[in-house]
């Protein structure tokens, strides 16, 4: 019997790479036009390396990307970067399509709906407010909140310990076979591969189920509790 439903945010609820990527264009577009005398691809390069050296959700890129092209910190180009980057990440910062729909018709059903995430916990419920996602979920498990990150079963556990539901009873949706759909399998809960929010190409997995879609979790959830109920 399901009776919670635990989601990652990232490429599972909401295209992260895509607002990313559009976010980042547009800040370097906007920094070269406040007068960064380097070419695009040039700053890109850079900024692709800061990410890879500090993690992708580092919060001074922009800094560090002008230190090191420039040697200094100018604030009239900070400042064009961070605002374009900014404009773009709220206007590309969307959810998968039926996400929101999904959503309700499982809360509907009497489900407790969660969220694990990697993610530091300030942009993670930044990114959930701008969804208007931030009250459906009865508990929401970040990074800070357990100092670890998935697969380590702590961030499990204490997402479930907050909705009360034993591993057997609830199903972790996830786009990354190593992290998210290992990490639930360890502990006993049930998976399923976010195959449409894949930016692996992961071929086969170890999920109990594929999604193409958000959606197909209704049924499948209806069907898990119909045979097992």
């Avoid at 992708?56 to 961070?82: M, P, S, W």
């Avoid at 076979?177 to 692996?200: K, P, Q, S, V, W």
Wanted: charged content about 25%; proline content about 3%.
């Amino acid at each position: 019997m399901i009776d919670a439903v635990i989601f990652d945010l990232d490429n599972t609820l909401v295209d992260f790479m895509l607002m990313k990527r559009n976010a980042v264009e547009a800040g370097i577009r906007a920094m070269i036009d406040a007068g960064l005398s380097r070419s695009y691809e040039e700053v890109d390069a850079v900024v692709s390396r800061v990410y890879k050296e500090q993690g992708i959700e580092y919060q001074r890129v922009f800094n560090q990307v002008l230190t090191d092209l420039t040697g200094e910190d100018d604030h009239k180009i900070l400042a064009a970067g961070i605002i374009g980057y900014r404009r773009a990440r709220e206007a590309t910062l969307v959810p998968y399509p039926h996400v929101h729909r999904t959503l309700f018709t499982l809360a509907r059903m009497g489900l407790k709906l969660g969220v694990v995430s990697d993610a530091p916990k300030l942009e993670a419920w930044l990114r959930l407010c701008s969804l208007n996602l931030h009250h459906i979920f009865d508990a929401v498990v970040t990074f800070e909140d357990t100092g670890e990150r998935k697969p380590s079963p702590t961030p499990f556990q204490r997402v479930l310990g907050l909705l009360g539901v034993h591993p057997a009873h609830a199903i972790m949706i996830g786009d990354w076979e190593e992290r998210d759909i290992l990490g639930a399998r360890n502990i006993g809960m049930h998976t399923a591969f976010a195959r449409y929010g894949d930016t692996f190409n992961t071929g086969e997995t170890t999920a109990d189920f594929d999604l193409h879609s958000i959606s197909d979790l209704v049924d499948i959830i209806r069907n898990l509790n119909r045979t097992q109920g």
